[in-house]
Structures are given as structure tokens and as C-alpha cells.
């Protein structure tokens, strides 16, 4: 069940950016994900919490791989 989760993740993370899914945005964006649930689900954070995380560094991200014009 988990790899298929994992599969789906990757799958729309990919779609979403329009990258392949072995792209190396969406394997970075997929850690940051897995991470803050992993962190969340140890009771180190709070799932709430993990939402902020994640959001946040996926924009930082996402703001750093933006082309320049």
C-alpha cells in the first residue's frame, strides 16, 4: 500500500510540474513531503504543522528552480 501511495505522489507531483517522474525537483519535493509526515506521525511536529512545512518549502523550492526571463 505504501509504494502505491508513494507511486500516486510522485505521479501527480510530476504531472503537476509537467516533469517525468525520475526529475530531480520531484524527488526533492517527494522528500520534503515524506519527511514532515514521517516527522508528523513520530509526534514531532503537528500534522498542521507539517501542512506550513511543507508548503513553505515547496515554494522556496519552487521560487529557486523558476526560470529567469
Given at each position: 500500500m505504501?509504494l502505491?501511495?508513494?507511486?500516486?505522489?510522485?505521479?501527480?507531483?510530476?504531472?503537476a510540474?509537467e516533469?517525468?517522474?525520475?526529475d530531480?525537483?520531484?524527488?526533492?519535493?517527494?522528500?520534503?513531503y515524506t519527511?514532515?509526515i514521517?516527522?508528523?506521525?513520530?509526534?514531532?511536529?503537528?500534522?498542521?504543522?507539517?501542512?506550513?512545512?511543507?508548503?513553505?518549502?515547496?515554494?522556496r523550492?519552487l521560487?529557486?528552480?523558476?526560470?529567469?526571463?
Amino acid at each position: 500500500m505504501r509504494l502505491q501511495i508513494g507511486k500516486e505522489l510522485r505521479r501527480r507531483l510530476a504531472d503537476a510540474l509537467e516533469l517525468g517522474v525520475a526529475d530531480p525537483l520531484v524527488d526533492l519535493l517527494d522528500l520534503v513531503y515524506t519527511g514532515a509526515i514521517m516527522r508528523a506521525g513520530s509526534g514531532h511536529i503537528t500534522y498542521d504543522d507539517a501542512v506550513t512545512l511543507v508548503e513553505d518549502a515547496a515554494r522556496r523550492i519552487l521560487d529557486s528552480h523558476r526560470p529567469t526571463p
